[in-house]
């Protein structure tokens, strides 16, 4: 089984031609006839191979395995005149087949009449119909060449025609812009004069300007100076401080005498006077809880007793 391959294109101008066919067959008389009338200047490597017969298929594969390793031509040509069936059965082996299959070059085969048809046909890259037909297919015309020739050297003619039109037009225009050198220079040295004068008049306008600037801001300076308000500011600034120091005199003796009487109430309900009496403070020792009634406790329970100055940790004996 073959595996599937792209077929390879042919190359429009090949550099060199490789015909893998019988020396002194019918089929390269064909394609040399054929390049000699359509493009004599392709060269040509021929591979010598028997074309019928025992063997020739086998010959005929290592050469095309040969062209392709040895990689000289562009293109290759696999060839031979007509035949019976069995004359061109060479061209339906494997080996040829596989081959055709492997060669790195794009394969044409021109095998016997257009009527005739092999596996070989169907493995390369293109078939034609005859020799001749597959050396047409290769080579380019050389009329062809030569009317593409010679399209392409009149448009390059007029092109250079053009550009040559269109230099001479720019050289003209340049030459009515290209001024004396001495008439330059002269009219540079007059625009100097003219830039001179300009800076220096400049100079004293702004000169003028400035020194009026100054004048008129040194008179309206004179007439805002601030010493009078700061006189006036400092003076402002003496009675808010006495008035300040006033107010927070009354301020201070008003708070303190506030702050006197809520100490006495403080003093008056806070519990720490109450101890002071000789009362206690009596929690659980595990809860901290304060303990309003002998229900809350049982006996044995571990209590404390905050008194005006220190604690007492205690047990509880008995609950009444």
């Avoid at 031609?17 to 490597?45: E, K, Q, W």
């Avoid at 078939?127 to 050297?153: G, I, K, N, W």
């Avoid at 230099?167 to 040295?189: C, D, M, N, S, Y």
């Avoid at 708070?255 to 929690?283: E, F, K, M, N, W």
Wanted: contains cysteine; glycine residues 6%; aromatic residues 4%.
């Amino acid at each position: 089984m073959f595996a599937v391959s792209q077929k390879q294109a042919l190359p429009p101008h090949p550099a060199c031609l490789g015909v893998v066919t019988s020396p002194s067959g019918a089929a390269i008389h064909d394609i040399l006839t054929t390049l000699r009338r359509r493009y004599t200047a392709l060269p040509i490597i021929v591979y010598p191979v028997p074309v019928q017969g025992a063997g020739a298929a086998e010959q005929i594969a290592d050469a095309i395995r040969s062209a392709s390793r040895r990689n000289e031509c562009d293109v290759l040509i696999v060839a031979r005149g007509g035949g019976s069936l069995e004359d061109l059965w060479a061209f339906n082996e494997e080996a040829v087949a596989r081959a055709i299959h492997e060669c790195t070059i794009p394969v044409v085969t021109g095998i016997g009449h257009e009527v005739d048809f092999t596996i070989a046909d169907f493995v390369a890259d293109q078939r034609a119909a005859t020799p001749t037909a597959a050396a047409e297919l290769v080579s380019p015309d050389r009329d062809q060449l030569q009317q593409a020739t010679r399209r392409l050297f009149e448009r390059l003619q007029r092109a250079l025609t053009q550009r040559i039109i269109q230099q001479r037009q720019t050289l003209v225009w340049l030459e009515k812009r290209v001024q004396h050198p001495g008439r330059r220079l002269q009219q540079i040295a007059q625009r100097l004069d003219d830039l001179e004068l300009r800076m220096r008049n400049g100079h004293r306008n702004q000169w003028r300007h400035a020194d009026a600037r100054l004048a008129t801001m040194h008179e309206r300076l004179q007439r805002h100076s601030p010493v009078h308000r700061v006189a006036r500011t400092a003076t402002h600034c003496n009675e808010l401080e006495r008035r300040l120091q006033t107010a927070m005199t009354r301020y201070l003796k008003d708070h303190q005498a506030q702050l006197g009487s809520a100490g006495r109430a403080l003093d008056a309900v806070s519990p720490l006077a109450t101890l002071g009496r000789g009362y206690a403070i009596v929690t659980d020792s595990a809860s901290g809880e304060i303990l309003h009634s002998s229900a809350q406790v049982n006996q044995g329970d571990r209590i404390e007793a905050r008194l005006h100055e220190g604690r007492l940790r205690c047990r509880v004996d008995e609950v009444k």
